[in-house]
């Protein structure tokens, strides 16, 4: 059974750090992009930053450059998301999502969600 279990969500200030974590369950992790989506509330879901499965076509939102980093560990099946400088408008529900080969940033080409954890900001 394929699943993906994010954590790492809570409750910071603006101007704080926080990491996601995502462990990845029931497939070849190490052929496989990685990334995260967010979505706040009245939004729709977008892509915030992935990559290919070999760490080489990153992409990333224009207001997370500089601040989020997304890394691996393939032989823990794990994917990260470090958030530094966090900003009321990141406030969201991240999911994590992997795709075949290249990086995750299209829903619908999207191979599987994680659950999703909550990530809020106040300022």
């Known amino acids: 059974q394929v699943q993906l279990v994010e954590s790492g969500g809570g409750l910071v200030q603006a101007g704080d750090s926080r990491r996601l974590s995502c462990e990845v369950f029931?497939?070849?992790?190490?052929?496989?992009?990685v990334g995260w989506f967010r979505q706040a509330p009245g939004s729709e879901r977008e892509p915030v930053i992935a990559?290919?499965?070999?760490?080489?076509?990153?992409y990333y939102k224009d207001s997370v450059k500089g601040r989020f980093t997304i890394s691996r560990d393939n032989a823990k099946n794990m994917v990260y998301l470090q958030m530094n400088s966090l900003k009321p408008e990141d406030t969201a529900v991240y999911y994590c999502?992997?795709?075949?080969?290249?990086?995750?940033?299209?829903?619908?080409?999207?191979?599987?969600w994680g659950q999703g954890t909550q990530v809020t900001v106040s300022s």
């Open positions: 999502v992997v795709q075949l080969f290249s990086p995750p940033t299209i829903p619908d080409r999207v191979y599987y």
């Open positions: 029931g497939l070849p992790f190490s052929n496989y992009g």
């Open positions: 990559n290919d499965w070999t760490e080489t076509r990153p």
